[in-house]
């Protein structure tokens, strides 16, 4: 037993219960603020996970082999850190529309946080189970929490059947693989795999596994939900569903298809290609007639979920890596967008494109911090994005010397991406075309300028310095919002 | 380092710009032109003291810090034979681009850092010798055209133009990229690099297998393809340019355009021999249709705009046909009709957009006797078009005429000799729509728009007597280009057509080099 590794975790539970303890303590009107301090804790827990007594370079175990602190999870770990950071100062912003309870938002987001981290660890099935569902649960409040809203509550309710739909399928699936071969230890089962590639109910067990781990990621055909639950979510909870839990969701796919049962997944390849294939199209067709920007956003996140799956289905390690580099450049692609969109639709209610129209004039550093977010998704160079799909598409063509199928896929990927830029460009469109448009965001210049510099200001560039030009320009651009358009607002209002 | 210097000045530019008050205007427009200006003389610069003798790539630098090791990628830029003209050329072509921007009466700033942003990657693709930068600074280029013609651009359509040009641009870029990692993973592991002297190094000794090549010889010659609107996939052009602001219709026709041109010089021909041996009767074939169709459709336009981007797909056709042709004077033909019709594109659209500004059309029923009120921008026009029907003293004559002569003597023409009289034909559609454009416009009673216009002041005339000039001194000093092309593309028709595979430095074949030369000095 050793207690000391989860120690990152411990520090996140922690913070959460002292957040829900301080809130008894602080006047109303400054709850608000705990979000920065919440954001500051996490930082520190950031810092610290790079120090030896957490990284300690190699791999080590806790709980009889449950909990295994290795590379990858330590990647993740900071990654859902680096998220929860963001999204806490998106929801410091969104505060004032969330009638009440503004710190348990907090503190629910830490809570998610931790099963996140755990998820990043889970070397068993029940430590597994244990993460999904601390995660789940979570979002089942967090989801429905401007309790005023009817979508707000639609997207609740939705969520919470399906989820605990996918949960069932979880336990069931857990419960055969154990019932096969006795054990729930990835590595042990690795070991004994080989023997039950034949055996129907261990296969059964396997596949209701990967349709729990399908609806976190939302990949066809469990993607039915995401849509709607974007959409209706308030927009740090869609933000951090579309970032935090997707990413859990393959951090566990490619523990236990690759950690667990690696024979399975060789002898699954096809269907795995099969699910990238339709997941990337579906997720990019409907996208196509969207105006909701959320809703948009809910089926690119379809989308780039089946290019995740693109890596994966490639099983090879390269295929594995460029799984982690997408996610980076999409984890600050997708934050800058949301964070965009909870700060300009605050007074339009559907969240259509058209209200992001003139945005140039209005705030030229949210227009370009918007514009680059979707160049980036949409795969353009010299941004993340680009790299992202540039490894995923080296990953699969490398494979397809041994099987011709991956041509295929390589195929689908590069006329969905085709498909894609033009929804992406739309939302650029919308930006930058029109010549004016009414000012909606002029009640909230200045209020909170901190998040407005947080977010966007590191988009993709400090992921090894791949995603160059971009930081010089906003700020530039930042300088620029504050002064001109400031003045000639206030001139025209003597 | 004056690589560097031509491709990356631009880019610091612009990120300058970004910090100039928006109201400055005078600023804005004085850093853009000198920045062009500048990297117009290194480029001269560049050109002249480019050593003609050597086919190797001269002027090597390599950027640290950028790129990735791990993969293989490196900043390298470089040039010979073949790129030191595209580099002139485009570096001439963006210098006059932020010239005729004057016309751009809105928005200044950022149209202005989008040009500087798309000349330097421009240049970036060209000036690149390494595959992955190669292809990353084509895209990073064509980023600021899809905004600029949405933003910036003129007609009913441009909308519907904008996300044309962009779908089908991209569709062509992301089938090359394939093509590239393809080529790439076809390395083996341990020695896998984007460097494009180490893998024609690694294949010259190993030859890539027939299958291999087979495969993706096609995903380069149609991904690059696209991008130069080969024939049927030439219908973003037109439409795409007639709704362009001036600016980067020039930029885009005239330089950014060439780069799949250059790709499939540089890395499909080189490369893969096989492959080209089967594939490149089907780009002739297929050119047919640039030269001929596109040359037709051309002249039944009435938009002055939209026959220009016809006839600049139809001019594409030669280019393939002299790739078609593997011979050393049709490729070298096709390098220079590449900067000769580059500097002619450029001109051209220049000319319209001066035209557009004055009479807001360029329906050319309503024009007329344009010769009368401008007498300079008129004679500028007379000689674009007659530049555009391949007549003698203008560099396209030099290279539509190498072309024709490598393609007839090639081994292509004992199969197809039929295609290269058919092309030929195409010369006559050529002066066909270019005279009939001439008389519309500029002869005969002065149309109803035309009463008020001016003709262009001093100022104003610069970017056209640049391009002009530029077009005269190659039409009738062949050699400067012809001897530094010529050395560094015998190098690559002699791997194209897999012949000496071993030596290290493969000596062109006397006869062809002794015919072009003699070609070069008749003018």
């Not at chain 2, 594109?345 to 006797?369: H, I, K, V």
Request: aromatic share 12%.
């Amino acid at each position: 037993m050793n207690y000391s590794q989860t120690i990152l975790e411990m520090a996140v539970v922690g913070l959460g219960l002292g957040l829900l303890l301080l809130d008894l303590w602080t006047p109303v009107e400054q709850k608000r603020q705990l979000g920065y301090a919440a954001a500051a804790a996490l930082g520190f827990v950031l810092l610290f996970s790079f120090s030896s007594f957490v990284d300690s370079g190699g791999t080590t175990a806790a709980f009889n082999g449950m909990y295994l602190q290795d590379r990858l999870a330590l990647f993740f770990k900071r990654f859902f850190l680096v998220t929860t950071i963001i999204v806490l100062v998106m929801s410091v912003e969104f505060a004032d529309r969330i009638s009440v309870g503004i710190s348990e938002f907090y503190a629910l987001l830490l809570f998610a946080l931790a099963g996140m981290m755990f998820a990043a660890s889970a070397n068993d099935f029940s430590l597994l189970f244990v993460a999904v569902e601390l995660i789940t649960v979570t979002f089942y409040v967090l989801t429905s929490f401007q309790r005023t809203r009817l979508a707000s509550l639609e997207a609740g309710v939705k969520y919470l059947i399906l989820g605990a739909l996918s949960s069932a399928f979880l336990v069931f699936g857990i419960a055969l693989v154990f019932g096969t071969t006795g054990t729930m230890n990835f590595r042990e089962l690795a070991a004994v795999t080989a023997g039950f590639a034949s055996n129907k109910v261990f296969l059964l067990g396997v596949l209701l596994v990967l349709v729990a781990l399908g609806f976190k990621i939302a990949a066809f055909p469990l993607q039915i939900w995401a849509p709607d639950v974007y959409q209706g979510s308030p927009a740090p909870t869609t933000a951090f569903l579309a970032v935090g839990s997707k990413a859990a969701g393959f951090v566990l796919l490619l523990r236990v298809l690759f950690s667990a049962v690696p024979e399975i997944t060789a002898q699954w390849m096809k269907l795995l290609m099969v699910i990238s294939a339709v997941t990337i199209l579906y997720g990019n067709l409907c996208a196509i007639p969207q105006r909701n920007l959320k809703r948009l956003l809910g089926y690119s996140s379809i989308s780039n979920a089946g290019y995740m799956l693109l890596g994966i289905a490639a099983l090879s390690h390269a295929g594995q890596s460029a799984v982690l580099y997408y996610l980076a450049g999409y984890l600050f692609a997708v934050l800058a967008a949301f964070t965009v969109i909870c700060l300009v639709m605050r007074h339009t209610e559907d969240e259509d494109i058209s209200a992001l129209a003139g945005l140039n004039q209005r705030s030229p550093f949210l227009a370009a911090a918007m514009a680059l977010a979707m160049v980036s998704l949409a795969g353009v160079p010299p941004l993340a994005g680009f790299f992202g799909k540039f490894l995923l598409l080296e990953a699969a063509v490398e494979q397809g010397a041994s099987n011709h199928a991956y041509y295929w896929l390589v195929a689908i990927a590069i006329v969905s991406v085709v498909i894609s830029l033009y929804y992406y460009f739309g939302v650029v469109r919308a930006i930058y075309w029109p010549k004016d448009a009414a000012d909606l965001t002029l009640r909230l210049r200045h209020r909170y300028p901190l998040s407005r510099i947080v977010p966007e200001c590191r988009p993709e560039y400090h992921h090894a310095g791949r995603g160059l030009v971009e930081g010089p320009t906003e700020f530039a651009d930042r300088i620029d919002t504050m002064t001109i358009p400031d003045l000639s607002r206030r001139l025209a209002s003597f | 380092m004056m690589l560097l210097l031509i491709v990356f000045i631009p880019f610091l530019a612009a990120i300058g710009l970004v910090f100039v008050p928006r109201n400055y205007r005078f600023v804005m427009r004085l850093v853009a032109l000198a920045t062009t200006l500048l990297v117009a003389l290194l480029a001269v610069t560049l050109f002249w003291r480019f050593n003609a003798d050597e086919a190797c790539y001269q002027f090597v630098t390599t950027i640290p810090f950028l790129g990735a090791d791990a993969l293989g990628i490196h900043c390298r830029l470089g040039v010979d034979g073949i790129n030191v003209g595209l580099i002139l050329m485009g570096a001439i072509v963006a210098f006059a681009a932020s010239c005729v921007s004057w016309e751009i009466k809105e928005r200044e700033k950022e149209f202005y850092i989008l040009l500087l942003v798309m000349s330097g990657g421009i240049l970036g693709a060209f000036a690149s010798l390494d595959l992955f930068f190669f292809y990353f600074f084509h895209e990073l280029a064509l980023v600021p055209t899809f905004i600029m013609i949405g933003v910036w651009g003129r007609g009913e359509n441009r909308n519907y133009a904008t996300f044309q040009i962009t779908l089908y641009l991209s569709l062509g870029a992301l089938i090359a990229l394939i093509g590239l990692i393809a080529l790439y993973l076809q390395l083996p592991a341990d020695r896998r690099t984007f460097d494009i002297e180490a893998i024609i190094r690694h294949f010259n000794d190993r030859p890539m297998s027939e299958n291999a090549q087979q495969f993706i010889f096609p995903l380069l010659m149609f991904g690059f393809g696209i991008l130069v609107s080969l024939w049927p996939f030439h219908t973003w052009a037109p439409l795409g340019y007639s709704s362009a602001p001036t600016a980067t219709a020039m930029l885009h026709a005239g330089v950014l355009k060439k780069f799949g041109l250059y790709g499939l010089i540089r890395v499909a021909l080189p490369l893969m021999p096989d492959g080209a041996k089967s594939w490149l009767h089907i780009l002739a074939l297929l050119c047919l249709g640039n030269i001929l169709y596109c040359g037709l459709v051309a002249m039944r336009q009435k938009d002055l705009n939209l026959l220009l981007g016809n006839s600049s797909v139809a001019h594409m056709g030669f280019v393939f046909l002299g790739i078609a042709s593997l011979s050393l004077v049709g490729v070298t033909g096709a390098v220079v009709v590449m900067i000769a019709h580059g500097l002619l594109a450029a001109l051209a659209f220049a000319l319209s957009g001066y035209l557009y500004q004055q009479a807001e059309t360029l329906d050319m029923t309503r024009m007329g006797g344009l010769m009368q009120r401008l007498p300079f921008v008129g004679a500028a026009m007379v000689l674009a078009m007659l530049a555009g029907c391949g007549l003698p003293g203008f560099a396209n004559f030099v290279g539509e005429v190498m072309v024709f002569f490598g393609a007839w003597k090639s081994d292509l023409a004992d199969a197809q000799r039929l295609v290269i009289v058919t092309a030929w034909g195409g010369l006559i559609i050529g002066a066909l729509y270019s005279l009939r454009a001439v008389r519309n416009i500029l002869h005969g009673p002065v149309g109803g728009k035309c009463e008020s216009m001016t003709d262009a002041n001093p100022w104003r005339k610069v970017p056209f007597v640049l391009l002009l000039g530029a077009l005269i001194v190659f039409g009738s000093f062949p050699k400067l280009l012809t001897e530094k092309i010529k050395p560094s593309a015998a190098v690559i028709v002699n791997m194209a057509n897999g012949g000496n595979r071993n030596a290290p430095n493969p000596s062109p074949p006397g006869a062809t080099i002794a015919r072009a030369t003699t070609l070069g000095s008749a003018r």
